[in-house]
């Protein structure tokens, strides 16, 4: 089997897997099988929302000291903590990471037995890698010298405070990690890179007044109404394209104002989130204020004002390695914790299940997919030390 091929390789040093084809016509043993389907039904289980992770963290924790793990916990926030987990090397040259937080609402956990279908939140997005990551690992470390570790964070699907933390803690692990293989829902395919993001929101303070005199007051959503007629026009217009990632696109996520019908409205505001496909975030923000320069300089003469707020610096197009052969291969427009981890590191973007159910009522994938989803890894993971020891050599 090759399997038993492989494992023999690993045993014989790195030197050896230059001489051992790794293909994906592998099973996966019974007993790995099992144990995956256990540790992803306790992890989707468990209610993390990001801002609560705590209950997962600790469970997670302990089951990964349960099979010999060294465990180190991070603190983010008040019970929200990282989870970096290693053999006897602390500073490792691979490391495997996902995220442990799930969007909102809670959906349980499920497994119909007849279709093997099993859902619930965070199912895919993103506990799916987080188990197949784990047994992967279970399965080389001894035999890639323990030179592995794992990493989960908090945080990823609000900004990601947990990957800007644990790249910013004083007591992260050194060197640098040379490789790194990030979970997402991924369909099964390498992703060769992802949108750049840029998020902000539009504030805009008028005049309160009876709407029968609308006249005596300054209609916020108005101007608003005004400002995202702007924004519309940019959008369709005059934001950054590109062959590999298609169109930026902008999404009017939040919109609000007023207090009631009868009243002119004295606040409104409207969040928006910019996928780039080309540029850079100040690029597309000198844009974005050139577009509302006019609307912002009318509501001032008026007596209100129009402010943008910007939620952080965002990012620019992530470029990602997908070098593996026999992996088919993809983009995303979704954003991830890939940009947000320091340092100079090859990276890989992998993972079972679908983003089409992620964030929804059926999210779901098959236990086929999580069962592939191991062998794939510990495949990325023997490839990508392979092609980082030829670096080396090389150097």
């Known amino acids: 089997m090759l399997g038993s091929l492989l494992l023999t390789a690993l045993a014989l040093g790195v030197a050896a897997l230059q001489q051992v084809p790794v293909q994906a016509e592998d099973t996966l043993p019974k007993d790995s099988a099992s144990e995956l389907l256990y540790l992803h039904r306790k992890l989707v289980e468990i209610e993390s929302i990001t801002g609560n992770e705590g209950d997962v963290g600790q469970w997670l924790a302990s089951y990964l000291r349960e099979k010999n793990f060294t465990v180190e916990t991070q603190e983010v926030s008040e019970n929200r903590h990282n989870i970096l987990a290693y053999g006897s090397k602390r500073s490792t040259t691979i490391l495997v990471s996902s ?8 959906w349980p956990y499920y497994h119909n037995k007849t279709s093997d279908v099993i859902g619930g939140r965070g199912s895919v997005d993103a506990k799916g890698s987080v188990a197949a990551q784990i047994i992967a690992v279970q399965a080389l470390r001894e035999h890639l010298r323990d030179d592995l570790s794992l990493l989960f964070v908090v945080g990823e699907e609000t900004g990601g405070d947990g990957m800007r933390a644990f790249s910013s803690w004083s007591e992260r692990p050194q060197p640098n990690y040379e490789v790194v293989i990030f979970g997402e829902p991924t369909e099964g395919k390498l992703v060769c890179g992802h949108k750049g993001i840029l998020g902000f929101t539009v504030h805009v303070k008028g005049k309160a007044a009876h709407s029968g005199y609308p006249w005596l007051g300054v209609s916020a959503n108005d101007v608003l109404a005004e400002a995202l007629g702007k924004l519309l026009e940019l959008r369709e217009k005059g934001l950054p394209w590109s062959e590999k990632y298609g ?11 007023g207090v009631a019908a009868n009243v002119v409205a004295e606040t409104a505001s409207a969040n928006i989130a910019v996928r780039l496909a080309a540029g850079t975030p100040n690029v597309v923000r000198g844009l974005i204020i050139s577009a509302l320069s006019d609307v912002k300089a009318r509501v001032e003469k008026l007596g209100g004002d129009l402010e943008i707020e910007w939620a952080g610096e965002g990012y620019p197009p992530v470029n990602i390695n997908c070098d593996i052969e026999n992996f088919d291969t993809m983009t995303v427009n979704y954003g991830t914790d890939v940009p947000l981890l320091a340092g100079d590191h090859r990276r890989y973007l992998y993972g079972p299940g679908s983003i089409f159910v992620a964030h929804s009522d059926h999210e779901a994938l098959k236990k086929k997919e999580l069962e592939q989803a191991v062998l794939d890894y510990r495949r990325l993971i023997v490839e990508a030390s392979r092609m980082d020891h030829q670096t080396q050599q090389e150097l």
């Open 99 to 106: 995220h442990i937080d799930t969007v909102p609402p809670f």
């Open 247 to 257: 169109n930026t696109t902008m999404n009017f996520g939040k919109i609000e104002g």
